[in-house]
């Protein structure tokens, strides 16, 4: 989403409001940042259990659970927990919202990588995370918030 006051390249997120569970935050702040209405993807999450001498990995299909989460410590000495969750635009809703006064604009996940469109790598490595949880979904219609 490209931020027209300081043209930065971001992914949309934002703060949870009191009562907001994390999957209705994410939803909620990208139609307020970019008058698109989404749904969540679930994804492919595999849980890792460290024992002593080895590894056991159990693959849990089909998840509505923040695909990351990602510490970020900005200039102000604040630290954010951000919960990043991969979406798909609700079609069905999409069509009665009109997306005149916003100015976000959508682009191929392979262009975002190859050309640094983005102004923050983090947002980078969250696409890539965000591609690797798909599984297999080419991510050719999601977003990342």
């Not at 089909?62 to 410590?73: I, N, S, T």
């Not at 975002?112 to 969250?126: G, N």
Request: net charge negative; glycine share 4%; hydrophobic share 40%.
């Amino acid at each position: 989403m490209l931020k027209p006051e300081s043209s930065e390249w971001m992914l949309p997120k934002g703060r949870q409001l009191a009562g907001d569970d994390l999957p209705h935050t994410a939803i909620r702040k990208v139609l307020e940042e970019t008058g698109v209405p989404i749904k969540l993807v679930q994804h492919l999450q595999i849980r890792r259990k460290q024992h002593l001498h080895s590894v056991e990995e159990d693959v849990i299909l089909d998840r509505l659970e923040p695909f990351a989460v990602e510490k970020r410590h900005f200039d102000n000495d604040t630290l954010h927990l951000i919960f990043w969750y991969v979406g798909v635009i609700d079609e069905e809703r999409a069509a009665h919202v009109d997306r005149a006064k916003y100015n976000a604009q959508f682009m191929p996940y392979r262009e975002i990588l190859a050309d640094h469109s983005l102004t923050y790598e983090d947002d980078r490595e969250v696409i890539q995370a965000a591609l690797e949880a798909l599984g297999g979904h080419d991510g050719k219609h999601c977003c990342v918030m």
